[in-house]
Structure formats: C-alpha cells, structure tokens
Nanobody, 122 residues
C-alpha cells in the first residue's frame, strides 16, 4: 500500500490550499483515512478524518476552516484548507487505518504518506 500526498506550498495568512492523497496497492474499502500534521518541535497531531461511509471528524483548531473529503472510486482523499493561519504551518501527512482503534492516535494508523509542507506567512 502506498499513499502519496501533494498540494502543499507557501501561502499568506487568510489564503487557501488543497491537499490531495492518492492511495494505491489495494482496495480502500472499509478504511478510515486521515490527515495529521507535525510542526517543528511538536508531536504529530490529528487534523481530520473521513470514513469509507463518509463519517467525518475534525480537530477543534480547524473546524469551520478545513474540509475533508474522499473519492472512493479513485482511492483519493482531499483536504481543502481555507482561512489559513501561521499556526497551521506544518508538514501534513495522510494516513490510512484498517482497525477500529482510535482515529485520533497516530499509532492506530497502518499506512502513511510521505508528507507535504504547508507554510503560512503572516
């Protein structure tokens, strides 16, 4: 299984970016996919997740600004990020898990993408 994240970049505060995560290597039925992020010197943190059936969860820090979605037919997940803030600066990772363990814990995830840098300037 491989996950390929893309779409990061440099943007001014208040701007928008759209991240994509393409999966390959197996069918992603019954899998939960998520975005995490990690800023320098900080732990990896949950951003948002979307289940195969469409169940969605967000971290409080991104609610109302970020929108997660997925295209099951294409094994692809997206993260639309609006009203970006400097504190959103981090490497963003996509991940997939096939277990029923906590969606908020990065240790629950079986597969990870390589990460894409998002930098928001003030």
């Amino acid at each position: 299984v491989q996950l390929q994240a893309s779409g990061g970049g440099l943007v001014q505060a208040g701007g928008s970016l759209r991240l994509s995560c393409a999966g390959s290597g197996r069918t992603f039925s019954s899998v939960l996919m998520a975005w995490f992020r990690q800023a320098p010197g900080k732990e990896r943190e949950f951003v948002a997740s979307v289940g195969w059936g469409g169940g969605i969860a967000y971290a409080d820090s991104v609610k109302g600004r970020f929108t997660i979605s997925r295209d099951n037919a294409e094994n692809t997940m997206y993260l639309q990020m609006n009203s970006l803030k400097p504190e959103d600066t981090a490497v963003y990772y996509c991940a997939a898990k096939f277990t029923s363990s906590s969606k908020y814990n990065p240790r629950s995830y079986n597969y990870w993408g390589q990460g894409t840098q998002v930098t928001v300037s003030s």
